[in-house]
């Protein structure tokens, strides 16, 4: 267990929906990121949360955002959903002070399906 | 631009000895690590180099070569619960994120 839990596990919705994933870091962890992993593709990066400001942007859709609140947990917000959002969706914590490396520790992840 | 390569799929019985191979073109680089993730999991942090050479942690070792954008993962006496996805991830410079390949899945044999 890496201290960092998302929720739901699993998601079913339909095109053109919207959903919200949530993620609450490990203790302590002031970085968040979202990652969005598909079958055939590695782990992509989204966006990176730190203290609550947005510090670092991948390859993340317009029809997708996040934010970071007071209390650190991180939602990410999946608008006008199409069959190729289908992925898992992992959220991810680290904090210079905590772990060797300032290495990320991921949560259980979201299943996300859309029918 | 940013890339890195594994190879797709790999065997090994049981108490061998497996190399993973990960090359990388980055722009930039702070630092390079190895995930293990098992099929529908979260993947769990191995190992992590940023200077040339190699770590030794327990049964897996991992080697980086920072001028020829290599490294690899050793991983000795396998064991059935080995059978994961090796993640190769790279820190380019200023910044936290991680860039990862599209992982190495190893199936282990009886």
């Known amino acids: 267990d890496s201290g960092v839990t998302q929720t739901p596990k699993h998601l079913i919705t339909a095109t053109g929906q919207r959903v919200t994933l949530r993620c609450s870091p490990r203790?302590?962890?002031?970085?968040v990121y979202w990652y969005q992993q598909s079958l055939d593709q590695g782990l992509q990066f989204l966006i990176q949360?730190?203290?609550?400001?947005?510090?670092a942007k991948g390859n993340i859709l317009e029809r997708f955002s996040a934010q970071q609140f007071p209390d650190l947990h991180s939602e990410l917000n999946l608008s006008s959903l199409e069959l190729g959002d289908s992925a898992l969706y992992f959220c991810?914590?680290?904090?210079?002070?905590?772990?060797?490396?300032?290495?990320?520790?991921f949560g259980p992840g979201t299943r996300l399906t859309v029918l | 631009g940013q890339n890195i390569d594994q190879p797709t799929e790999m065997t090994a019985t049981e108490g061998a000895i497996v190399q993973i191979n990960c090359t990388y073109q980055t722009s930039g680089f702070n630092g390079l690590f190895w995930y293990q993730q098992h099929a529908g999991e979260a993947p769990t942090f191995l190992s992590y180099n940023v200077l040339d050479g190699l770590e030794e942690k327990g049964r897996f070792s991992s080697f980086l070569s920072r001028s020829k954008g290599y490294s690899y993962l050793l991983l000795k006496e396998l064991q059935m619960k080995d059978s994961a996805s090796y993640l190769c991830?790279?820190?380019?410079?200023?910044?936290?994120?991680?860039?990862f390949g599209t992982g190495t899945r190893l199936q282990v044999f009886p």
């Open positions: 203790s302590g962890d002031l970085s």
């Open positions: 991830a790279v820190r380019p410079e200023d910044t936290d994120k991680l860039i």
């Open positions: 949360y730190y203290n609550g400001e947005e510090r």
């Open positions: 991810a914590s680290s904090s210079p002070t905590s772990g060797s490396y300032n290495e990320q520790f």
